[in-house]
Every structure is written in structure tokens, then in C-alpha cells.
């Protein structure tokens, strides 16, 4: 660690580690009811737990996000940051904000906590990933708004480089696109029309911003690769991102009352979005084979390159899979998406997340690397949990295909609740995968309290 | 290979690229918004389908339904429900009251969400007025 101020991102990811394990539990708890659908009835509905496992997993990934910042841009600005004290403050908003609001989803009723934050004055509430209520939703930009400050004038005063003009850029497009969700009309088809920039331009649009500045990085410090190489390829990602990425928000106007264009539109750009990830491989590939160094810390490489392989797989390859608006007619709303989510969420940014923190934790803890044997149990954690979440994916695509074959493409078809009767093994299947996915979670957590020999910080 | 093409080229490409194709899909939404209310028929969102639409969502029904194919996977389809009831508001209705409050053992339930006759109605009539939205005839069954 090369300035003091760094350790403010230290808060930051054990808060993410926490709720991430936090999601995962409810995950599993999603899991059983999909195949014993009374489990925890009426205490827990299956849509608060789902809200519980899809903020969860959202709010971790933001702190992840801030505490890769808060890391990261005093080294790349060559300096401190302007305001350690600020972000300790908005750390602590942060995560208490965050909590009443997961307590809130829990303790009462969706429609009482509606009523009692004021939902009818500016509703905003029960919509897909953006079920938080006005106040947290106005808290997040308040957070978001001095997280930026905080950054940006640490930019603005410092060295600018590449990279964290990129991270900055893709943060700023966060929280500029998060103002759509305070955009609710009542006309349900531009509601979806603009939740889609919420939540499309985020996820295929500005964080992948986020994704390859953390990345770029990560692999400069742990290979000694040449920073005008890396740079090059950073703006290569970034710029083929953008190009098939915002026009590829159509492949979400197929069917929600849009013109009938999109579906050219969105199935032309979108069949593109695989591009960036494959370059995205390619070039964590190329970067670790011309390593100048030989990093102490393979379990960092370890993730870096894995984010780039299950980033490729779950966005590019399982997006690929029922973009084209044909097959989107079958696919569009199956689990066929929920299978492309979860490896895409774990690949892209899970991974990346846990990749800053495999690289960055060791050196808050003053050390270079953790022993041989911390490391050893990281990467088991890491296999564990990349296979059974892969396993997740096929389990739930077969879910998926068979809605398709049992209902939409049969002579006979069958209602809905019969269809998930009949599916139900491969519901069970994923619970399974998602044991072990638990079970990596769990090596995980483990591996931050072995010992052993550390390489020492000195010769840093 | 890295005198070909330079890092500024591969800057130019991010920002010229990145600047064209945020006002072309702006462009595209323009013609979408001029396009639409022959396709959403917003002529028909009385406030009795605004009022339903909000009950939806305090209700947080997107947590185990999905609504022109958006949402969770738990439950049925409702974007179609409407005409899968066989046009009827009452059936609807209907379905959402008798839910029991305990659910059914071993088998997924719907809550008990305990509307008044008029949330229910403005319910059903926002159902109803999604049923006709033009989805490009998707979904491709009436099943869902």
C-alpha cells in the first residue's frame, strides 16, 4: 500500500464480503422454494426473498465498486485522497441505509413499508432490481453523489491516467442512469422502456467501464506489463462496449410494446455484445504471458483471468444464446434469463470484485501476498465457486429450454404451474450446485484467517 | 502491430464510437415515442388502470410474476392473464381473493394481500389494459 489513505477501501470490502454471503443464503432459500414452494410460507414470501437475494447482491457489488476506487485512484492520481474522512462517513450511511432497507423488506409487509416511506408521493417502488424504497433510492444518490466528489477531486488534483479516467467515467454513468429509476409513468411500456436504462445501460453499458479499468489494474501491478500496452487495449474494450452496447438495449424492446425495428436493431448490436468480453480474454491472456514479474500473489492472477473466461461465458456466450429476436420470441421470459443473469453477474462483476479484493486485502493487511497455504484454500474457493455456478447455469438453461418445449413450441400445451412440476429435478439440480457454490463461499471466508509464512511487504 | 494502430486511434474509435451510437439510439427513441400510442393504446389508461398498475407495485407482484415476459420466473405469466381467464375481470379477481392465508402444504401460493373490492377492480382493469398492449404477438402461447 502506497498511501496511507488507502485503507479506507478495507471497510468497504468486508461490508461487500458480508452481504455477499448474505445473498447467497437467501439464494439458497429461493432454491428450496422453488421445489418445496411452502417452505418458509407466509413468513417469507418468494418475492421478498428474491428482492432480499437481488439488492443484496446489487448494494455489495457498490460497495465493491467503491471500495476498488477508494483503492485504487490514490495509486493511479499519485496521491491522497482528497477525503478519507468522507468516505468513512458515507461508508457508514451506506451500510446502515442499506440495512434498514433489507430489515424493511423482511420485518413488514411490501405494501406497509410502501405506505410508510411514502411511496404514493413519488412511487417508485416494485420494480425489478429497483424495489427500494424513494428514501433509500434518494439516499443512494446522495452516497453516490459524495463518493463522486470524493473521486473525482482526487482525479482532478492528482495524475490522470487512463484508467481512472475510465473507472470515473463508467461510476459517473452509474449514478446518471440510476436518476431513471425516480422516472415511473403510468403507461407501463415507457416505464419498461426506461427501467431498460437503468438497468441495461448499467450492466452492458457503464459498469463494464468499471469492470475493465478494475482489471487493467489489477493485471499492471501483478504482471509489470507496460502501461501504454495495457491502455490501449483498455480503450479497444471499452469502445467496442459502447458501440454494440447502447443501440444493443433493443434487444430488451422486442416485446413490450415497442415498434417492430428494435428487433433488427437489438438482435444486430446485441449478437455484437460478445465482442468486447472475447477481446476482454484475449488481452488478460496476452497481458500474463508477457509478465515482467512473477507476482507472489497467484491467487489474484488467478481471478483476474477468470473474470475475463466467465465474463466471456456468461455475458457473451449465454447472451449470444437468445439474443437474436427469433429465438428470443421462445426464450423471453424463462429461466433461459435467469440463467445468462447469474453467470453473467457472477462472471463480470462478482469476479472482478473479488479479484481487487484477492489483490488489494493482502496489502491492507501490510503484507504482499497471504501465505502459500491462504492461497491455496483462495483458489479452491475460487474453482468451487466458478464450477457450481457454471452448473447453476446449465441446470436452469435446461429449466428454461423446457418451458420452451412443454409450453410454446408444444401441440399440447400445458399451464405454467404443471410445466414447473415437471421440471423440478433440474430445480433441484441447482439447489444442489448451489450447495457448493456455499461451500466455496464458505472456503472463502476461511482463507482470510490462515497464517502462515506472508511475503513481506518490504520488498513491495 | 503497435505502430498500426496507435493507443490515440483506439481512443478516437471509444470516443467518436461511444458519442454516435448514444444519439442514434437517442434518434431511435425519439421515433419510439412518436410511435407508440398507437401501440399502447394510452388512450385507455384511465386513472382506475393507474391506480391498478400502482397496486402492482406496492404489492411487489414482479417478485414472482412476470409482466410481458419481465420479472421473476416463480409464477405465471400475467401480461396475458386477462384473456387466458377468458376475458374476464371476475376470474381474476376472483383467483387473487381466495388465496389462503396459510398457502397450500408443499406447493407454492400466492399471499393473501387482503385488497378491498376496489383495489381489486383496478387490479383486474390494469390486467385487462396490459392484455392489449401490441407485443409484437408474443407471447407466443396463451399459456405463457
Not at chain 1, 482470510?448 to 506472508?454: D, S
Request: net charge neutral.
Amino acid at each position: 500500500m502506497q498511501y496511507s489513505s488507502q485503507s479506507v477501501a478495507k471497510p468497504y470490502f468486508i461490508a461487500a464480503i458480508g452481504l455477499f454471503v448474505g445473498q447467497i443464503l437467501f439464494g439458497l432459500i429461493m432454491g428450496l422454494q422453488y421445489v418445496i414452494g411452502d417452505f418458509l410460507f407466509p413468513q417469507l414470501p418468494f418475492n421478498v426473498a428474491r428482492m432480499v437475494h437481488t439488492n443484496l447482491l446489487i448494494v455489495w457489488l457498490l460497495f465493491g465498486f467503491m471500495g476498488a476506487s477508494y483503492f485504487l485512484v490514490p495509486e493511479e492520481s499519485e496521491k491522497e485522497l482528497h477525503s478519507p474522512l468522507l468516505a468513512l462517513i458515507l461508508f457508514w450511511v451506506f451500510l446502515i441505509a442499506g440495512a434498514l432497507t433489507i430489515l424493511g423488506y423482511l420485518l413488514v409487509p411490501y405494501a406497509q413499508l410502501a405506505e410508510m416511506t411514502g411511496n404514493s408521493i413519488l412511487p417508485t417502488m416494485g420494480r425489478e432490481f429497483l424495489e427500494q424504497p424513494t428514501i433509500t433510492k434518494i439516499g443512494i444518490v446522495i452516497v453516490a453523489l459524495g463518493f463522486l466528489y470524493n473521486i473525482g477531486m482526487t482525479i482532478l488534483q492528482g495524475r490522470k491516467t487512463v484508467i481512472n479516467l475510465v473507472l470515473l467515467t463508467g461510476l459517473v454513468g452509474l449514478a446518471v442512469f440510476f436518476l431513471f429509476s425516480f422516472y415511473n409513468p403510468s403507461n407501463l411500456v415507457l416505464d419498461k422502456y426506461y427501467w431498460w436504462w437503468v438497468v441495461h445501460l448499467w450492466v452492458e453499458g457503464v459498469w463494464e467501464l468499471i469492470l475493465a479499468s478494475i482489471l487493467a489494474f489489477v493485471l499492471i501491478k501483478v504482471t509489470g506489463v507496460d502501461r501504454e500496452f495495457i491502455e490501449k487495449w483498455l480503450y479497444v474494450i471499452i469502445a467496442m462496449t459502447l458501440i454494440t452496447g447502447i443501440v444493443g438495449t433493443g434487444h430488451h424492446y422486442y416485446w413490450i410494446g415497442t415498434p417492430e425495428y428494435w428487433q433488427w436493431w437489438g438482435s444486430i448490436f446485441s449478437a455484437m455484445e460478445p465482442i468486447p468480453f472475447f477481446i476482454m480474454t484475449i488481452f488478460a491472456f496476452t497481458v500474463v504471458n508477457k509478465r515482467r514479474r512473477e507476482h507472489p500473489n497467484k491467487a489474484a492472477v488467478l481471478w483476474a483471468l477468470g473474470t475475463a473466461v466467465t465474463a466471456f461465458l456468461g455475458a457473451g456466450v449465454w447472451g449470444f444464446l437468445h439474443t437474436l429476436a427469433p429465438i428470443n420470441y421462445y426464450t423471453h421470459g424463462t429461466q433461459m434469463t435467469a440463467a445468462h443473469g447469474h453467470l453473467a453477474f457472477y462472471g463480470a462483476y462478482v469476479m472482478v470484485v473479488l479479484t481487487i479484493i484477492s489483490y488489494a486485502m493482502p496489502l491492507l493487511r501490510e503484507r504482499v501476498a497471504n501465505s502459500n497455504t491462504a492461497q491455496v484454500v483462495e483458489m479452491w474457493s475460487f474453482w468451487l465457486m466458478t464450477i457450481s455456478m457454471i452448473f447453476i447455469t446449465l441446470f436452469l438453461t435446461a429449466a428454461g429450454i423446457l418451458h420452451v418445449y412443454l409450453i410454446r413450441a408444444a401441440e399440447n400445451p400445458i399451464p405454467f404451474m404443471v410445466m414447473q412440476e415437471k421440471v423440478a429435478l433440474f430445480y433441484w439440480m441447482r439447489e444442489g450446485a448451489g450447495v457448493v457454490f456455499l461451500i466455496g463461499l464458505i472456503a472463502y471466508l476461511i482463507s482470510f484467517f490462515i497464517g502462515g509464512e506472508e511475503k513481506e511487504a518490504a520488498t513491495a | 502491430m503497435s505502430e498500426v494502430f496507435t493507443k490515440s486511434m483506439a481512443r478516437n474509435i471509444y470516443y467518436g464510437g461511444s458519442v454516435f451510437f448514444f444519439l442514434l439510439f437517442l434518434a431511435l427513441t425519439f421515433d419510439t415515442s412518436s410511435a407508440l400510442p398507437k401501440r399502447d393504446h394510452r388512450e385507455n389508461i384511465t386513472p382506475q388502470v393507474a391506480k391498478g398498475k400502482a397496486i402492482w407495485e406496492e404489492h411487489d407482484c414482479i417478485g414472482c410474476h412476470t409482466l410481458l415476459g419481465e420479472g421473476a420466473y416463480y409464477a405465471p405469466e400475467l401480461g396475458n392473464v386477462y384473456k387466458r381467464f377468458g376475458n374476464s375481470k371476475e376470474a381474476i379477481k376472483g383467483f387473487i381473493k381466495s388465496r389462503p392465508v396459510n398457502g397450500i402444504p408443499g406447493r407454492r401460493s400466492m399471499p393473501q394481500f387482503n385488497l378491498t373490492e376496489e383495489e381489486l377492480d383496478a387490479l383486474a382493469e390494469f390486467l385487462k389494459w396490459a392484455s392489449e398492449i401490441n407485443t409484437s404477438n408474443w407471447p407466443p402461447n396463451i399459456q405463457g
